[in-house]
Nanobody, 122 residues
Framework: QVQLVESGGGLVQPGGSLGLSCAAS????????MGWYRQGLGTQRELVAR???????NYGDSAKGRFTISRDNANNTVYLQMNSLKPEDTAVYYC????????????????WGQGTQVTVSS
């Protein structure tokens, strides 16, 4: 019913930049929070950044000052601009969206993307 398709991952050198995007499609009336999470090898999934439909953003400690989240409500897309990347940023990055499917829906449902690999290495 809903797909979240991430793009933009890859290999980057330490200190470099990378941008991720995630587009939601399918049965969507509105999207509340959208966000990015990541999971490295042997670690738990953690918050990178999230943003409300009105544009209020908050960041995980590892992302503050280096990453910027933004969204395009008209196109149901969320972005993550990552600067000053470090090897410890290496992880699979997942997009998350809380979606209300119909105008009469009482609840929003959480959907996840399939993940995109980000590797920071020289």
């Amino acid at each position: 019913q809903v797909q979240l398709v991430e793009s933009g991952g890859g290999l980057v050198q330490p200190g470099g930049s990378l941008g991720l995007s995630c587009a939601a499609s399918g049965i969507i009336f509105s999207i509340n929070n959208m966000g990015w999470y990541r999971q490295g090898l042997g670690t738990q999934r953690e918050l990178v950044a999230r943003i409300t439909s009105s544009g209020f953003a908050n960041y995980g400690d590892s992302a503050k000052g280096r990453f910027t989240i933004s969204r395009d409500n008209a196109n149901n897309t969320v972005y993550l601009q990552m600067n000053s990347l470090k090897p410890e940023d290496t992880a699979v990055y997942y997009c998350k969206a809380d979606i209300k499917h119909y105008s009469y829906s009482q609840w929003s449902y959480t959907h996840w993307g399939q993940g995109t690999q980000v590797t920071v290495s020289s």
